[in-house]
Nanobody, 120 residues
């Protein structure tokens, strides 16, 4: 019923910026919570940023002050603005959303991932 599609990944030089997008489609009433996760080669998957409808947000220590999570509720889209990128930010980034569906209540969904590569 619901699909998440990430976009915006690519290759960027250190110090540059990217904006990732995650568009949700389907029978959606609202998106209650959103998050971005990443997994680099040889490393555990980690939470990068998350936000709730109550207004709270959290970030991994490694990205605080550089990344910002935001939402466009009218478009059912979540963004991750990534500034001052570092080579260690290189990873596959995944979006996650807790979706209130028109039928079926709440369910957690994941996107397919988008590659971010930061060159030195």
């Amino acid at each position: 019923q619901v699909h998440l599609v990430e976009s915006g990944g690519g290759l960027v030089q250190a110090g540059g910026s990217l904006r990732l997008s995650c568009a949700a489609s389907g029978s959606i009433l609202s998106i209650k919570a959103v998050g971005w996760h990443r997994q680099a080669p040889g490393k555990q998957r980690e939470l990068v940023a998350g936000a709730t409808d109550s207004g709270s947000s959290n970030y991994a220590d490694s990205v605080k002050g550089r990344f910002t999570i935001s939402r466009d509720n009218a478009k059912n889209t979540v963004y991750l603005q990534m500034n001052s990128l570092k080579p260690e930010d290189t990873a596959v980034y995944y979006c996650n959303a807790l979706v209130h569906r028109e039928v079926g209540g709440l369910r957690d969904y994941w996107g397919q991932g988008t590659q971010v590569t930061v060159s030195s």
